[in-house]
């Protein structure tokens, strides 16, 4: 596709669209509208989603944070094919901050992007959308030519009256169409079949990878106000709530040149100064008295992490229950054989590209926000709760994202922006330092697994039971609704077996360390899955079986069963490979299904693991951007080789141990593995794509080296000094 060709990515601020498109809404249906008429004559805003200019520019409005995964071109293509718009004529126009318009659907009308549920909640909301408008314009042609609406037809940005080939483009009917006071309702019978769909399932032109190559892309680190002031917090040195400031001595931070403000805060104490250096300077400079016993302040990883495996192991140890079926304890007591094993996982950092950062304006009785946010919904009503202001006193612009991987869902960063404007009287950006978020995370939770498999006397799985114990995400930032007795779905997500294991079991035992955790790319099954398909080897090998035919044989599902042959063939499964092995692992969420090849080989003397190539293969259901599928795999696969081999956060008396990328470490360009991606299509709903690719690849890798090398690698990372363990071992 040439230059000419490419729609491009518009922001407009709150006030103009919503100029454009006054007293139209679409919340989680479409509301009807009542003799509206375009608010000025060279536009018509058939729904809250779309407005169409005299020029037959189409303005889409994406719903979603665009942090690299493509949703600023997925969703306006959903919309533009049933309006049946003309590509070159679209412009992308990013959401408000209105989560009663723009609202998820599968998130429970969250403006959130996250949990893989973006196509999923708006699939065919936003192709309703464009249907909707499309008849809108057939309505209005059909007035104005006073022809019946049956003879008209709509091609790529033009209405056409069959019988004369009459054609009028969507600019010219913006100048004169009104909307409807009522419209029948539209179902998926008035959507395209997909076999005629122009841009479902065909390759289209990132719509957000112009503007970040010729560097005019604004991301929250570049928003620019008039007389803006920046911003920096201290925070207590004990990770997790529990601590707050005393005494403050601040007369050297008041020195620092540049320096307007020091606001104690009931967390920490900010700063507010002219320049970012002045505010990093005058920080330095304080001298505080921290005062609390914060409950992580006893917290030492390592041992934390032991006390949680010997939880974990002992099945006299009352947890949740968040799945059964059959009697697994009985089944497991009666086996001929049993096979049990414990999966521990550290803490781990989110390590996105773009500092967290946050600009706010707070006059009066309002806040205005710029945030790269993937929920502007939580960081809204995060701002009104500082503030003591009612939600819809608070407007969040979302920017470009540098990085979310979960982190940006969370508002610690926002809330200081808005704290400090106030304090101050002025426009605040606060940028976090590396050091502050690397040691001021909300990170992926530690995990001890224990899983138990009983086998009877012909080899057959009768009994599995799968135990998981951690902190809770969902007791963190949900406290007032979590009930002691429930499940934390976020972290024990993945670990019900989609195999014929016989009767399962499986348990969440938690715990309260004092330790905020937070989601983490792919979540509960970025954990839950590597001890689930480490373990399927694990009995495969107790049965002397071959691990594909193994995973083959206890599974009826058709689309699992494709992904594993065709992951298996592009590696060629059983070939010899010198000096290397390969190792298999399958994956099932959010609606598609993914299954991993991974070739290693292993350095016995320095310990450490090589991923050389990875072959994967994903049934997403329909899949709206196959090109963007592809890539969401190829950097899970990266993300999840990264946090396999190398990342880690460690404390010691509730302290993390790391400050920078010099003592985290994440994979390097010369370390990605060559990878190999198949998008095979289907008929089904669309899955989410952006946490799948990443759970199957850790135990891809793991058990790639049980073959190789004859150890089993069950704690993530899998280190070299882990490896040299194993080894000795």
């Not at 620092?256 to 920080?283: C, D, H, M, Q």
């Not at 790639?704 to 150890?711: D, K, N, Q, T």
Request: aromatic share 6%; glycine share 8%.
């Amino acid at each position: 596709m040439n230059d000419a060709a490419v729609p491009t990515a518009t922001r407009l601020n709150r006030r103009s669209f919503l100029l454009a498109s006054a007293g139209l809404a679409v919340a989680v249906g479409f509301a009807r509208v009542r003799g509206a008429r375009a608010q000025e004559a060279s536009r018509i805003a058939p729904n809250a989603w779309i407005v169409i200019d005299s020029k037959g520019y189409v303005n889409i409005v994406s719903p979603a944070a665009e942090m690299g995964q493509g949703a600023m071109t997925a969703l306006p293509a959903l919309v533009a094919e049933d309006l049946d718009a003309d590509w070159r004529s679209v412009r992308v126009v990013q959401a408000p901050s209105d989560p009663r318009r723009y609202g998820n659907p599968r998130l429970g009308g969250l403006m959130l992007t996250g949990g893989s549920r973006t196509l999923q909640g708006y699939y065919e909301l936003l192709r309703l959308a464009g249907a909707h408008a499309r008849f809108v314009l057939l309505r209005a042609v059909a007035n104005e030519w006073a022809v019946p609406t049956d003879e008209l037809m709509t091609d790529s940005g033009a209405v056409v009256h069959r019988p004369t080939n009459r054609h009028i483009g969507y600019g010219e009917i913006a100048k004169f169409a009104t909307v409807p006071s009522s419209l029948r309702p539209l179902g998926a019978a008035d959507l395209k079949p997909l076999n005629k769909c122009n841009f479902i399932g065909r390759k289209l032109e990132r719509l957000d990878i112009p503007a970040k190559l010729n560097g005019t892309a604004k991301f929250g680190i570049d928003t620019q106000v008039r007389d803006l002031h920046f911003g920096a917090v201290l925070r207590a040195p004990i990770a997790g709530p529990g601590m707050e400031p005393g005494a403050i001595d601040d007369a050297a931070a008041r020195n620092v040149p540049g320096v307007t403000a020091i606001v104690p805060l009931s967390y920490g104490v900010g700063i507010v100064a002219t320049t970012v250096e002045a505010t990093i300077k005058s920080r330095a400079a304080l001298k505080v008295d921290w005062r609390g016993a914060p409950k992580a302040g006893q917290y030492d990883s390592d041992k934390v992490l032991a006390e949680f495996a010997a939880v974990a192991e002992d099945i006299g140890k009352a947890g949740v229950t968040f799945h059964a079926s059959g009697d697994a304890a009985a089944a497991i007591a009666a086996a001929a054989k049993t096979v049990s094993a414990t999966y521990l996982n550290d803490h781990v950092y989110h390590a996105t590209m773009e500092p967290m950062n946050a600009t706010a304006v707070v006059e009066h009785d309002r806040a205005e926000l710029w945030v790269p946010t993937q929920s502007p919904s939580w960081a809204m009503a995060a701002v009104a709760e500082a503030l003591q202001l009612r939600t819809e006193q608070v407007s969040i612009h979302t920017t470009y994202l540098g990085g979310g991987f979960g982190r940006r869902s969370e508002w610690d960063f926002v809330v200081d922006a808005a704290l400090l404007a106030r304090a101050a009287g002025k426009p605040v950006k606060v940028i976090w330092t590396r050091e502050d978020d690397v040691t001021h995370d909300k990170y992926r939770p530690l995990v001890a697994q224990h899983l138990t498999a009983g086998l009877d006397a012909g080899g057959a799985v009768v009994g599995w039971r799968h135990r998981i114990v951690s902190d809770s995400i969902t007791a963190r930032i949900f406290p007032k609704q979590f009930r002691p007795d429930a499940n934390d779905g976020s972290v024990s997500e993945g670990a019900v077996s989609t195999y014929d294991v016989g009767d399962q079991l499986q348990q969440w035992v938690r715990q309260d360390r004092g330790i905020d955790v937070g989601y983490w790319r792919a979540v509960g099954p970025g954990y839950t899955r590597f001890a689930a398909e480490s373990f399927v080897d694990e009995v495969a090998k107790a049965k002397n079986v071959d691990p594909l035919a193994f995973r083959l044989s206890l599974l009826r599902d058709e689309r699992a069963r494709n992904v594993i042959e065709t992951a298996a063939n592009m590696a060629v499964w059983h070939k010899p490979h010198d000096e290397r092995a390969l190792g298999l692992a399958y994956s099932a969420g959010w609606e598609t299904h993914v299954a991993t090849v991974a070739e290693v080989s292993l350095d016995r003397e320095s310990g450490q693991i090589r991923v050389h190539r990875v072959w994967a293969a994903v049934d997403a259901g329909i899949a709206v951007q196959p090109q963007i599928v592809e890539a969401q795999i190829e950097g899970a696969v990266v993300h999840g080789t990264g946090q396999a081999l190398f990342e880690r956060i460690s404390l010691q008396g509730g302290r993390v141990e790391q400050s920078n990328f010099h003592d985290y470490r994440v994979i390097r360009m010369a370390e990605a593995p060559e990878v190999h991606v198949q998008v095979l299509q289907s008929a089904h709903p669309p899955g989410g794509i952006g946490e799948v690719g990443l759970p199957p690849v850790a135990p891809a890798i793991a058990n790639a080296v049980a073959r190789l090398a004859g150890v089993r690698l069950r704690h993530l990372p899998m280190t070299p000094e882990r490896v040299k363990a194993a080894l000795r071992a």
